[in-house]
């Protein structure tokens, strides 16, 4: 599933795409596009962000109006791709923007989600209902925001709408690095536990983001969450697979002890 790090690395494809006038739009699936996506052509596209898992494609305005911007979820499989005009369509392409130079093609194999089109004046009103960026949020928005309640942390650190980006791979491995239990309460934390916790997460998704996804390294959880006997690269303890906050969670009792 696409994470922060993935939305990430599709924002800089589609910055490699900015400055490029939209000459058509052909949508293959119109069950992936809410709104009109066929508004954004004639319009030239804008500097790319990214909040949490949602990325923003603003396009330019026309006489002071307010533009149609798309907020594109890639949901379990999708993908953003900037391909050569002429390029044979792949059978999960669902919307395609044929752009001067280059053709952005949503590509997505279970279409989960999709793109939205919304004007400019809506989009803040939009990702307010998300959580902080998981890649920028302070430490004390961070405490504020994860620690409101009592919830397991696995399942705190998943909501959107406490914190924006985090799934579950980058979750079990930012808790496996700070040595947390992924059932600890957010109330067992004191201050160096929430001080380690931001930290680690930091850490964790700025190497994620250079990798453009979550690595599959040999030092990382995520490298050994398939092996035969799943040993913890850490302690080389047995890891734990089970079910919480409704995903598969992948630990290690020996080390995450909090």
């Known amino acids: 599933m696409p994470e922060l790090p993935d939305v990430e690395g599709f924002r800089r494809v589609a910055a490699e795409a900015a400055r490029q006038r939209v000459r058509d739009v052909e949508v293959f699936d119109p069950q992936v596009v809410r709104g009109l996506v ?22 330019s305005s026309r006489d002071g109006d307010d533009p149609p ?39 997505d194999m279970r279409k989960l989600k999709g793109m939205r089109v919304v004007r400019r004046s809506e989009v803040d009103g939009f990702l307010d209902e998300l959580g902080p960026d998981a ?33 579950n791979l980058c979750v079990d491995e930012i808790l496996w690095r700070a040595r947390l239990d ?43 969450r398939d092996d035969p006997g799943e040993r913890c690269p850490r302690c080389s303890g047995t890891l734990r697979r089970a079910k919480v906050a409704g995903r598969t969670t992948v630990w290690c009792p ?5």
Do not use: I, N
Not at 38 to 59: D, F, I, N, S
Not at 193 to 208: E, F, I, P
Not at 254 to 258: F, H, I, P, S
């Open 254 to 258: 020996a080390c995450q002890r909090g």
């Open 69 to 107: 911007w798309l907020l594109v979820h890639f949901g379990m499989t999708g993908m953003l791709l900037r391909c050569p005009p002429g390029e044979d369509v792949h059978a999960h392409d669902r919307v395609v923007l044929h752009l001067t130079r280059d053709d952005l093609r949503y590509r």
């Open 38 to 59: 066929e508004q954004v052509r004639g319009r030239y596209l804008g500097e790319a962000r990214r909040h949490g898992k949602w990325l923003v494609l603003p396009t």
């Open 182 to 224: 992924p059932k600890t309460p957010t109330t067992e934390l004191d201050g160096d536990r929430w001080r380690s916790l931001h930290r680690t997460m930091r850490s964790v998704l700025r190497q994620a983001e250079r990798a453009g996804r979550v690595p599959d390294r040999p030092s990382w959880l995520t490298g050994h």
């Open 135 to 167: 890649a920028a949020v302070p430490l004390p928005d961070f405490r504020a925001c994860v620690g409101r309640g009592r919830r397991a942390l696995k399942s705190a650190l998943m909501d959107q709408s406490t914190v924006a980006g985090l799934g």
